[in-house]
């Protein structure tokens, strides 16, 4: 049986994978600079905690709503970005953390600085799920987003992502229909951010807008540049080290923003690829062996016994 503070680590640790592969659709897969995913966290968890709260709807319809929610509001922010690229997108997108995280902390509506409380964990059959099954119920969501992350990469939005990705211009100039595909990676990827939300705000019970700050949105794109950007198992590897990271290093907790901030240089300029990206040393040194592997001759023994089997 595991402890209650391990299964704690555990079920952090497996929203930031969500939020990882939410947020690697928007920057790994379609090729945009996002600095403000936290922010669309913040949407989900706060969505389904006033659904909650104030209007008496259970956890199951007010997680699906948090997305729907999170992703509408991916849809139309999405549009004034796509009118700046690169360092302005930036911009852009890092403002709105700020923005969303204001309108929680000013509005009373939003409980402002007092936050929002009495989020109750989901039940299921009129019993409340404790923390294994919480636990549970994550991984469900994140084996549920590994199963859509496959079927999108392979399937024709993600080649035209992909072409987006390598050369926008290009792709426009085939025929892709670039503001399209751009907008629905924002839609996607905010809204597995507001199911993650959803998630994160029932499993605190409790919720402020400090919880979805500019910081949580470097430490969420740390994870996916730091494990391998634009692949599936990137982002689940860079959450889950990442995730264990801080509890490892409790000492250090004050300079957490810092240390994931150095991380991102020390990657970009070494490792931009990430620790397990397409180009990255350890999956390019994987790959040699493999081929070395695949091109052993074979022995004199090895000849005889077959020859020894086919006749």
């Given at each position: 049986?595991l ?10 640790i ?7 592969l939410s947020?690697n ?6 090729g ?14 706060y969505?389904?905690a006033l659904?909650y ?23 139309v922010l999405?549009v004034?970005c796509?009118?700046v690229r690169?360092?302005?997108?930036a ?14 902390l ?5 409980g ?7 989020i109750n ?14 636990l549970?119920?994550?991984l469900?969501?994140?084996?549920l ?7 999108l990469?392979?399937?024709?939005i993600?080649?035209?992502w ?7 211009q ?14 629905l ?8 951010a507001?199911?993650?939300?959803s ?8 919720i402020?807008p400090?919880?979805?700050s500019?910081?949580q949105?470097?430490?969420?794109l740390?994870?996916v ?8 198992r990137?982002?689940?590897v ?14 250090a ?14 990657l ?5 690829d990430?620790?397990?990206?397409d180009?990255?040393?350890i ?10 592997g ?9 000849c005889k ?5 086919t006749?």
């Amino acid at each position: 049986m595991l402890s209650g503070y391990l299964v704690t680590v555990l079920t952090t640790i497996g929203i930031y994978i969500i939020l990882a592969l939410s947020l690697n659709i928007i920057t790994g897969y379609a090729g945009q600079i996002s600095l403000g995913h936290a922010a669309f966290m913040g949407i989900g968890a706060y969505a389904s905690a006033l659904l909650y709260t104030k209007t008496g709807l259970g956890f199951w319809p007010a997680f699906v709503l948090a997305g729907l929610v999170a992703g509408l509001v991916g849809a139309v922010l999405a549009v004034p970005c796509l009118r700046v690229r690169d360092d302005f997108l930036a911009i852009t997108t890092m403002g709105i953390n700020f923005v969303i995280e204001a309108v929680f902390l000013y509005i009373p509506f939003f409980g402002a600085g007092m936050g929002i409380g009495g989020i109750n964990p989901p039940a299921l059959f009129g019993t409340e799920l404790g923390k294994p099954a919480f636990l549970g119920l994550v991984l469900l969501v994140i084996v549920l987003t590994i199963a859509a992350d496959r079927w999108l990469a392979r399937s024709w939005i993600g080649l035209g992502w992909a072409a987006i990705r390598e050369d926008e211009q290009a792709a426009g100039a085939m025929g892709i229909d670039v503001v399209r595909f751009k907008v629905l990676a924002f839609t996607l990827g905010s809204a597995g951010a507001g199911l993650a939300g959803s998630l994160y705000a029932h499993f605190l019970t409790f919720i402020m807008p400090v919880n979805f700050s500019f910081g949580q949105s470097i430490v969420i794109l740390s994870m996916v540049v730091f494990g391998g950007i634009g692949t599936l198992r990137g982002p689940i590897v860079g959450a889950i080290v990442l995730g264990a990271l801080p509890e490892i290093s409790r000492p250090a907790m004050e300079y957490r923003t810092l240390l994931y901030g150095v991380l991102l240089l020390l990657l970009m300029r070494f490792q931009p690829d990430g620790i397990l990206g397409d180009g990255s040393l350890i999956v390019r040194w994987w790959r040699r062996l493999a081929r070395s592997g695949s091109n052993v001759k074979p022995t004199n023994d090895d000849c005889k016994l077959t020859n020894d089997r086919t006749g």
